[in-house]
């Protein structure tokens, strides 16, 4: 309940082998979508401290998923690459490739004169 007053949408911490062992080795959304750290994180000491490591784990995490999504992406298999990479990172390079999609689909029409590209590429 107070994870998430200190990060967004971060329903938990999952632990391996509780309660003996401290490693946080996962973080689980509201929506209950787990995500695996890049590295265990300690739960010892001042809470500030490791709440400080989870916070940059977190990001690491998300840059090592993010780049991982961006890289595995095929227009081919977007139904499988679509549920084998958290649900942030599915969004986020989803608008990476459409953007840049749309981009040569607009040089095509203004710069190459080719005005039916746009028709072409929504179907």
Known sequence: KHLQ??????????????????????MVSSEGEVVRFSNMV???????HWLGDIE?????TL???MKACYEAYVPAKREEWYFQHPAQCVS????????SELEEVWDRM????EPGK????YE
């Not at 300690?42 to 500030?48: D, P």
């Not at 986020?92 to 953007?99: A, G, N, P, S």
């Open 63 to 65: 840059y090592d998923k």
């Open 5 to 26: 007053k200190c990060f967004e949408n971060m329903k938990s911490l999952s632990f391996d082998n509780p309660p003996d062992n401290t490693d946080i080795s996962a």
């Open 92 to 99: 986020c390079v989803d608008v990476i490739y459409w953007t």
């Open 42 to 48: 300690k739960a010892a000491g001042n809470v500030e």
């Open 118 to 121: 746009l028709d072409e590429y």
């Open 56 to 60: 940059r784990n977190m990001r690491k």
């Open 110 to 113: 203004t710069n190459h004169n």
